[in-house]
């Protein structure tokens, strides 16, 4: 019978493995795709939560669409960062961006 | 075990397996096709837990515009060698296994060990409506900050990937 633990369980693994692109990966675009993971594993805990802790109302789907809002927007500034440090750089390598570095 | 369950069983498999492939791919483009078909088996996991409204702006905003978004960005960006165009670091690789690792392992066993009580099943009517009436009731100013958030990316978005303007006037 899945429950409400399963699906948790199943936002804490897709976590995980968001986190674990953030830290191991060298490309700059992959590391927004594992944020992307992240927030969606976030996602899937609020409409959990919606379902089965709250009786009535759409909360935790409101708080999911407004989680979805912000990432299409850090989505949209971080490749265009991504871009603009590329055409100075020549590289989306992350140990290349060291501008802010002396 | 009911039809239900197998579905949930299969979809969260594939979602797992497709955010797998995204961070373990040494190629990128296939790191971001992953990634689509990681945001599908999510938006089937909202249909899941009855929320088709979120599920539908799942498939439309994140497998339809930003999976798109980020294909484009890296055709933009690719190297010249495409087949080790997502390498990772030895250190980060180290680090990052025993952070996820450890994060994973601590919050599932503090999620098996809760003890879940008072646990409901939120049967929505109207889910869409109620939705509606709370962004434009309750919840109206963060509607609007929100707008403006996207509009300000969209505007930011643009000036940044335009570059700076070599004017010499």
Redesign the interface.
């Known amino acids: 019978?899945?429950?409400?633990?399963?699906?948790?369980?199943?936002s804490?693994?897709?976590?995980?493995?968001?986190?674990?692109?953030?830290?191991?990966?060298?490309?700059a675009?992959?590391v927004?795709?594992?944020l992307?993971?992240m927030l969606?594993a976030v996602?899937?805990n609020f409409?959990?939560i919606?379902?089965?802790?709250?009786?009535?109302?759409?909360?935790g789907?409101?708080f999911?669409?407004?989680v979805?809002?912000?990432?299409?927007?850090?989505?949209?500034?971080g490749?265009?960062?991504?871009?603009?440090i590329?055409?100075q750089k020549k590289?989306?390598n992350l140990?290349d961006f060291n501008l802010l570095k002396w | 075990m009911s039809i239900i369950d197998l579905v949930f069983l299969v979809t969260a498999g594939v979602t797992i397996f497709a955010s797998l492939g995204v961070v373990i791919s040494k190629n990128i483009v296939h790191s971001a096709l992953y990634l689509v078909l990681s945001f599908l088996g999510v938006a089937t996991i909202y249909f899941q837990l009855s929320a088709a409204f979120l599920g539908l702006v799942q498939i439309m905003i994140y497998a339809g515009a930003i999976s798109v978004l980020i294909i484009f960005a890296i055709m933009l960006v690719i190297g010249e060698d495409v087949n080790q165009s997502n390498p990772s670091t030895k250190k980060g690789t180290l680090i990052g296994v025993i952070a996820a690792g450890l994060f994973t392992f601590l919050v599932s066993i503090s999620v098996v060990s809760s003890n879940w009580t008072n646990l409901v099943n939120n049967v929505l009517e109207n889910p869409v409506g109620d939705l509606a009436q709370m962004l434009m009731g309750d919840y109206v100013i963060a509607f609007e900050v929100a707008a403006i958030l996207l509009l300000v990316a969209i505007v930011g978005a643009i000036m940044i990937a335009k570059g700076a303007e070599q004017e010499n006037d």
């Open positions: 019978m899945i429950s409400f633990e399963h699906y948790l369980l199943l804490t693994i897709i976590f995980g493995i968001g986190l674990y692109g953030i830290l191991a990966r060298k490309n675009v992959a927004l795709m594992s992307e993971l969606n996602n899937i409409i959990a919606n379902k089965f802790v709250i009786t009535g109302g759409v909360t789907q409101l999911a669409i407004f979805i809002v912000v990432a299409a927007a850090e989505v949209a500034v490749l265009a960062l991504i871009i603009s590329f055409r590289s989306v140990n």
